[in-house]
């Protein structure tokens, strides 16, 4: 959670925690400018008069910063709908309805193609084949669409739907990768980090920053409309009528329509997020493989077993057989006609360029060495 703190003044830092941080600061000392000590450090940090003031208003925001930044995976599964208050059996039955209502329209559109396909068979009066080419072609551009607005908005199966389309988008795009390859992504995903060039990285995290940025709205907004309402009840309930109550009461009402609205920001930006994330995976899988010491399969079916056991590694602590996956060295060394760490006693043929005399006289010392010393023979390759 914590392994982030060293990178506190880059840009993925500054806009997805520190922006959101200066926001709700500065309104929250807003809200509170009738209140020692808010009013005095609100006044004089915003006329710039006491350098410690200003340095007290950034020490503020900067420490909310980093409390949104360590607090940032509870916030992401807030929003997915993992714990409360957002895990709701009745909040992902209508997610079940949109996605079914989604996959439905997509069938329709399948439909309309096939009956397309059969009626351009019969010339109509007055129409042409082009004509009913151009129709299917709308028809199919129509249904693809469908199709990749169902893909990344819910996953394949019905039992993986969660209550928030914010955590259906991102399940979404975790389970692009077991789809596709057979990798189990959340755990195989620190690994594949590993292989991905500092340039992508730097894209991974450009993507995420707008999405910590509007997750972290969301809470801000959130609890300042919280604030906001607490002190309509508190002016309520002293029987204070005047015109702050009515600020507070469109205070309360502006941040719960902010918190909503960053909420469907936060869904979009995610979508473009997964974006990039599925291409990680299409780009670098082959590096993880080699760089795990392995070569991955000819076939589709075999690269499927091959990620598939290595899940059993990575989440049961179950190694891996390497005798039934080629080696990468292995796979290199045959590639250049060499051996494997071949060893000096295995009598093998010498590269070409020797001469007879070395010949003779490294033969000479090997028999002199097989009297006193005992023949070891090569370890096999161990994959890395």
Request: some cysteine.
């Amino acid at each position: 959670m914590f392994s982030g703190l060293s990178k506190l003044a880059d840009k993925s830092f500054v806009l997805g925690f520190f922006l959101p941080a200066l926001v709700g600061t500065v309104v929250f000392l807003w809200l509170n400018r009738d209140i020692e000590p808010f009013k005095t450090l609100l006044t004089e940090a915003a006329e710039d008069k006491t350098f410690s003031n200003l340095t007290v208003m950034l020490l503020s925001v900067w420490t909310l910063a980093v409390l949104l930044m360590a607090g940032n995976h509870w916030m992401y599964r807030v929003l997915e709908g993992y714990v409360w208050p957002l895990k709701q059996s009745w909040l992902r039955q209508r997610q079940l309805a949109r996605r079914k209502q989604q996959r439905q329209a997509a069938r329709v559109a399948s439909a309309a193609i096939s009956s397309a396909g059969s009626a351009s068979k019969v010339l109509v009066v007055g129409t042409t084949r082009a004509d009913g080419v151009q129709s299917r072609a709308a028809l199919e551009f129509s249904y693809l669409r469908l199709r990749r607005k169902l893909a990344l908005e819910y996953p394949d199966q019905r039992e993986l739907v969660l209550p928030t389309r914010f955590g259906n988008v991102l399940r979404a795009f975790e389970m692009y990768a077991g789809n596709v390859y057979g990798v189990e992504s959340i755990h195989a995903w620190p690994r594949l980090l590993a292989v991905v060039p500092k340039n992508y990285q730097e894209t991974l995290a450009d993507a995420r920053a707008p999405v910590d940025f509007f997750v972290s709205l969301v809470f801000v907004s959130f609890l300042l409309g919280v604030i906001a309402f607490a002190r309509c009840v508190a002016d309520f309930l002293s029987g204070f009528y005047g015109g702050q109550l009515w600020v507070f009461v469109g205070v309360c009402t502006m941040a719960f329509i902010v918190s909503r609205l960053c909420y469907l920001a936060a869904v979009s930006t995610a979508i473009a997020w997964g974006e990039v994330v599925k291409s990680a995976f299409d780009l670098y899988l082959p590096a993880l493989a080699t760089a795990l010491g392995y070569t991955l399969p000819s076939t589709a079916k075999e690269r499927r077993r091959f990620w598939e056991d290595l899940a059993n590694q990575f989440q049961f602590n179950a190694p891996l057989d390497p005798s039934r996956w080629s080696s990468a060295a292995k796979e290199q060394a045959n590639a250049e006609g060499t051996e494997v760490e071949p060893s000096a006693d295995e009598g093998e043929d010498t590269p070409d360029g020797g001469n007879g005399e070395e010949l003779e006289a490294a033969g000479d010392q090997s028999a002199d060495t097989a009297k006193t010393e005992p023949k070891m023979t090569a370890a096999p390759a161990v994959p890395k």
